[in-house]
Each structure stands twice: as structure tokens, then as C-alpha cells.
């Protein structure tokens, strides 16, 4: 069974830092094209960055500088760094990611980012 592990959200302080990941699992499919999103509460769910196959990067302006979005190929992982973290930043992140030739999507389960003091 495909599946998209999410890990490292949590607690916090504003200009502190985070590292998500995104690990395929249970499959031998390998992650092209991925993106992580986020959805903070009252609000409708946002593309944060994508990187593609060939590893060209994207970022919603409200990030760009301070997030980064990275892969390794060999682990099958998609990563998002977050530098210099703001109360605005606080919502649930979701990597989504096109697995195989057939580029079918799959989303993972979610992890909280709280930016708070």
C-alpha cells in the first residue's frame, strides 16, 4: 500500500526553525513532482512549494526566502525546511506528491506547525 509519511511538525517560537519530511512507504513507486500545502484554521488550504522531477522549486511568495524545498531520491523523501517562522505559519502542512509512471497523487496524513510564544 502507497503511502505518505509526514514528521517533524510541533511547538514553536517565532524565528525559530522546523524540517518537515515526506517519506514514501510500503511501495516501490518513486515520488516525481511534490508539493506541500497548508491549511491554517478558517482558511482555505494553500500551495506552500512545489519541486519538480528534475528538482525546480516554486514558493508562495508568503514563504519564499525563508522556506526550502528539497528531495532525496535515494530515500524516496520530499523535505521542506522552515527558517525564520512566523505566527502565520501555524496551520497543518500536507506533501502531496504525482508517484510512478502513471503520476497518480497522493497526499499524506498531515503534521501540525504551531508558531507560537
Known amino acids: 500500500q502507497v503511502q505518505l509519511v509526514e514528521s517533524g511538525g510541533g511547538l514553536v517560537q517565532p524565528g525559530g526553525s522546523l524540517r518537515l519530511s515526506c517519506a514514501a512507504s510500503?511501495?516501490?513507486?518513486?515520488?516525481?513532482?511534490a508539493g506541500w500545502y497548508r491549511q491554517a484554521p478558517g482558511k482555505e488550504r494553500e500551495l506552500v512549494a512545489t519541486?519538480?522531477?528534475?528538482?525546480?522549486?516554486n514558493y508562495a511568495d508568503s514563504v519564499n526566502g525563508r522556506f526550502t524545498i528539497s528531495r532525496d531520491n535515494a530515500k524516496n523523501t520530499v523535505y521542506l525546511q522552515m527558517n525564520s517562522l512566523k505566527p502565520e505559519d501555524t496551520a497543518v502542512y500536507y506533501c502531496?506528491?504525482?508517484?510512478?509512471?502513471?503520476?497518480?497523487?497522493?497526499w499524506g496524513q498531515g503534521t501540525q506547525v504551531t508558531v507560537s510564544s
Open positions: 502531496n506528491a504525482e508517484m510512478g509512471i502513471a503520476a497518480m497523487r497522493y
Open positions: 510500503g511501495t516501490i513507486l518513486r515520488i516525481r513532482a
Open positions: 519541486i519538480t522531477s528534475g528538482s525546480t522549486t
